[in-house]
């Protein structure tokens, strides 16, 4: 599965082999994750570059979009 990893203002996003593109933003007690459109200009990173407490989640969704290959959350990935 093709995921790329890109950030923009403290936003870290996850676009999947479909489309879907995932963000995850810091609510100071965690990480709260959304289905939004990649903004224009949000910078491609690499896994390292996430936040260590992002990860283990980031991890988790690939591994199960992976695992399902099909619909993420409601919609097609």
Known sequence: MATALYRID???FARLSGGTVLAWSS???????DRVELPAGAEQIGFASLPEELREEVLAVLARADAV???????KN
Not at 27 to 33: D, R
Not at 69 to 75: E, I
């Open 10 to 12: 403290g936003v870290y």
């Open 27 to 33: 609510t100071g007690a965690g990480w709260s994750k």
């Open 69 to 75: 290959q099909g619909p993420l959350g409601g919609a």
